[in-house]
């Protein structure tokens, strides 16, 4: 089946430490994202990334990096420099919409990664 | 700047009709978006609307009107199971990113 893939579920980290959460994904989609989301808030975006090896920055890109080396792939790094990165980090996948009718171009999210810093 | 503005929380009882308002201001639209989350969940995508009007899904349905940067989510023939967190979200023109609105908690009372 296809889908996307976030691991782990739940990860704690002490303050100083930088933390990677791992997203996969098999349905060929060419677009992906990393949100983080937080109690009463909606989802914010940290990055995206539409081809292979480029992605931009989004609102909330400070203290966070990633990397796409391979279209199924798009790990998120949790950096020492983000202030406050106890969150829900939900990580989601798109077909580029091409402007054409024939598909709408939802996103498809995985589980979610509850990050806790301890 | 972007603002996508909803209610923060809604109660309704079984068996009723809801209809959540979302409002938007967004620099470039290219679609907007209904998701549906329930608790510690993953949003799962309910309706999709990008020319004006209504958009029917079985109990779901959507209304977009562009000019007034106004959508809503009408649920019919509620059910426990609808008693989750309703995200308004809407693509932007370039760079295919969504941005999304704060969510409206639903609650459905038997």
């Not at chain 2, 959540?20 to 907007?32: A, K």
């Not at chain 2, 609307?49 to 977009?64: A, C, I, P, T, W």
């Amino acid at each position: 089946d296809g889908g996307i893939t976030q691991s782990p579920k739940y990860l704690f980290r002490k303050e100083g430490q930088n933390v990677t959460l791992s997203c996969e994904q098999n349905l060929n989609h060419d677009a992906m994202y990393w949100y983080r989301q937080d109690p009463g808030q909606g989802l914010r975006l940290i990055y995206y990334s539409q081809i292979v090896n480029d992605f931009q920055k989004g609102d909330i890109a400070e203290g966070y990096s990633v990397s796409r080396e391979k279209k199924e792939s798009f790990p998120l790094t949790v950096t020492s420099a983000q202030k406050n990165p106890t969150a829900f980090y939900l990580c989601a996948s798109s077909i580029y919409r091409d402007g054409g009718l024939l598909n709408t171009g939802e996103l498809f999210f995985g589980e979610g990664s509850r990050l806790t810093v301890l | 700047g972007q603002n996508i503005d909803q209610p923060t929380e809604m109660t309704a009882t079984e068996g009723a009709i809801v209809q959540i308002n979302c409002t938007y201001q967004t620099s470039g639209f290219n679609g907007l978006f209904w998701y549906q989350q329930h608790a510690g969940e993953a949003p799962t995508f309910l309706s999709y609307n990008v020319l004006d009007g209504l958009e029917e899904k079985g109990r779901f349905s959507s209304f977009l009107s562009r000019s007034k940067g106004y959508s809503y989510l009408l649920l019919k023939e509620l059910q426990m199971k609808d008693s989750a967190s309703y995200l308004c979200a809407v693509r932007r023109n370039y760079g295919q990113n969504f941005v999304f609105g704060p969510g409206t908690r639903l609650s459905v009372l038997p």
